[in-house]
C-alpha cells in the first residue's frame, strides 16, 4: 500500500530564506508525486508533479522538488521564501490501481513566514 | 473557466438532519472524488467515480452517499449529520495518473 509521510507539520523560516518542506513516500509501482498547496478558505491547488520524465521538477511560484528514488524522497524547496508563501503544503502519491486512480495525501506542512 | 463548484461553501446542521453538498465540473473528467480534511489529518476519500454510473467507496465511507448520474455532476450526501461529520469537504476530479483539481470546500458544522 502507497503512503506518504510529511515530517513537521509545522515549518517556519524568515523572508529571504530556504524553504525546504520533506516528503517521503512507499510505493509499490513506479510512483507519480505531486505537490499541493492550500491557502485558507480554498482547495488545493497543484504546484508541480513529477511523472518520471526528470528527476528535478520546477513548479509555479519559484518552487522545485528533487525525486530521490534511493532515498525514497520527493522534498519541495525554493531558494527565497517570500511571506505569500505562507500556506500549507500537501505531499501526494498517486498510482493506478484498483480500477481508479488512489492518490494518497501526506497530513500537510503549514508554512510559516517570519518578516 | 469555472472547474470544480461546490455548494453550499457553509452549513450548519443540527444531529439527525439531512443534506447534499453539491460538486459540479466542466472539465470533463471522469474521475471524481469526495475528501473530507480535518486538521492534521490530512485528506481522507470518501467516494469516488469512475465515470458516470460507476461510484465506489473510499476509506471513510459511512454516513455518506453518492451518485453519478452525468459527467458533470457528483453530489454527496448525508444521511443522519453526526458530530463527527464536521469537516472541510473537497471534490476533486481528474484523470488517470494526473494532477486532481479541487473546488473551494464546503465547510460542515454539526451541532
Known amino acids: 500500500a502507497q503512503s506518504v509521510t510529511q515530517l513537521g507539520s509545522h515549518v517556519s523560516v524568515s523572508e529571504g530564506a530556504l524553504v525546504l518542506l520533506r516528503c517521503n513516500y512507499s510505493?509499490?509501482?513506479?510512483?507519480?508525486l505531486f505537490w499541493y498547496v492550500q491557502y485558507p478558505n480554498q482547495g488545493l491547488q497543484l504546484l508541480l508533479k513529477?511523472?518520471?520524465?526528470?528527476?528535478l521538477v520546477k513548479g509555479i511560484n519559484g518552487f522545485e522538488a528533487e525525486f530521490k528514488k534511493s532515498e525514497t524522497s520527493f522534498h519541495l524547496t525554493k531558494p527565497s521564501a517570500h511571506m505569500s508563501d505562507a500556506a500549507e503544503y500537501f505531499c501526494?502519491?498517486?498510482?493506478?490501481?484498483?480500477?481508479?486512480?488512489?492518490?494518497?495525501f501526506g497530513t500537510g506542512t503549514k508554512l510559516q513566514v517570519i518578516p | 473557466n469555472a472547474g470544480v463548484t461546490q455548494t453550499p461553501k457553509f452549513r450548519i446542521l443540527k444531529i439527525g438532519q439531512s443534506m447534499t453538498l453539491q460538486c459540479t465540473q466542466d472539465?470533463?473528467?471522469?474521475?471524481m472524488y469526495w475528501y473530507r480534511q480535518d486538521p492534521g489529518m490530512g485528506l481522507k476519500l470518501i467516494y469516488y467515480?469512475?465515470?458516470?454510473?460507476?461510484?465506489d467507496k473510499g476509506e471513510v465511507p459511512n454516513g455518506y452517499n453518492v451518485s453519478r448520474s452525468t459527467t458533470e455532476d457528483f453530489p454527496l450526501r448525508l444521511e443522519l449529520a453526526a458530530p463527527s461529520q464536521t469537516s472541510v469537504y473537497f471534490c476533486?476530479?481528474?484523470?488517470?495518473?494526473?494532477?486532481?483539481?479541487f473546488g473551494d470546500g464546503t465547510r460542515l458544522s454539526i451541532l
Open positions: 513529477y511523472t518520471s520524465a526528470a528527476t
Open positions: 472539465m470533463n473528467h471522469n474521475y
Open positions: 467515480s469512475v465515470g458516470a454510473g460507476i461510484t
Open positions: 476533486a476530479t481528474g484523470g488517470s495518473n494526473q494532477p486532481q483539481h
Open positions: 510505493s509499490s509501482v513506479p510512483p507519480y
Open positions: 501526494a502519491v498517486s498510482e493506478l490501481g484498483g480500477g481508479y486512480q488512489k492518490v494518497t
